[in-house]
């Protein structure tokens, strides 16, 4: 007798974890990976399984060149990124307004320097954040005289320095 009381309440303590389990809601893996879920009943047998769904946003991804070398992804989609592009450049800079390193960014050299220029000048041209102290003259507000006023820039003045190893002899 002991031993089936035993039996039943084990076996609904079961259900009922099976029961909330169903009520939940079910979470979907990364963007590229979302899963349906169908239900099939064969006589007694409930079958449930995930089944992979293509996205509906699959025509919009971007699709990057594979190659043996991996170049950055600023080169290899070809952007022409300008200081008025905050959102791309805000990608790039940490929540204290500081550039991210290059082994975070994965940008090549000359990419980590243009997009360093351009988060300076979206900074200065009052566009993007500039988290600095109080006290701080970055502010353009608190700077003296025609300083105190945005900047505005031309992309083409922008020129990235070759590294020295790179550049021509005389």
Known sequence: MMRIQWFTKNVLSNLRGALKAQE???M???VHQLKE???TKEGKILVVEGVNVSSPREPYLIKVPQGD???CPV???GLEVKHT???ILSQFVRPDGCMLPQRITGLCIAQQRRIGTLVTMAQKAGLMPNLAPDFSKKDPK???KWKKCNTYFDEKTISVARPKYL???K
Request: hydrophobic share 20%; net charge positive; charged share 45%.
């Open 24 to 26: 939940r809601g079910i």
């Open 28 to 30: 979907t893996s990364s």
């Open 37 to 39: 879920i169908k239900e």
């Open 69 to 71: 070398d991996k170049p």
């Open 75 to 77: 080169c290899s989609l």
């Open 85 to 87: 592009d905050v959102l």
């Open 142 to 144: 608190k700077r003296y």
């Open 167 to 169: 550049r021509k002899r």
